[in-house]
């Protein structure tokens, strides 16, 4: 049982092995951003499921591995579910200050033009 739950496990990288120029990469893609910003607003974890991006499937998984291997969101397995939570602590600890420059620009980006794409999708 436990070899079933090891191969559903995801790897992550430690606090101390987040790079700056990889969260930031990873959040230059519009898609990616709109995921944050729905993970920020939430507070919490949201399944994969949650999220309706107008990209192929595949693509959206890549978008989340980009993501959890930068060390911007944690994804783990609840049943047949996999979650997905934003590591707003392990970020700020390492770069205060920088997600929520990032979440406040890009509402307001979102704002002046209008884009509902890069919305929250939360209302």
């Known amino acids: 049982m436990t070899t079933a ?15 700056l120029e990889e969260v930031l990469h990873a959040l230059s893609d519009p898609m990616r951003l ?4 729905e993970l920020a607003a939430d507070g919490g974890e949201l399944s994969c499921s949650h999220f309706v991006l107008p990209v192929t499937k595949s693509t959206t998984t890549h978008h989340f591995r980009v993501l959890r291997e930068s060390g911007v969101i944690r994804q783990i397995y609840r049943g047949t ?31 002046r033009l209008g884009d ?6 939360t209302g």
Do not use: W, Y
């Not at 709109?34 to 910003?37: A, E, H, Q």
């Not at 579910?81 to 980006?109: E, I, S, T, V």
């Not at 509902?116 to 999708?121: F, K, L, N, P, S």
């Open 5 to 19: 739950s090891a191969s559903r496990t995801l790897p992550h990288p430690e606090r101390d092995e987040i790079r």
């Open 34 to 37: 709109r995921i944050v910003r």
């Open 81 to 111: 579910a996999k979650m997905n939570g934003l590591r707003r602590d392990d970020l700020d600890a390492l770069f205060p200050g920088l997600l929520d420059a990032l979440l406040d620009a890009a509402a307001r980006q979102s704002t």
């Open 116 to 121: 509902a794409d890069t919305g929250t999708g």
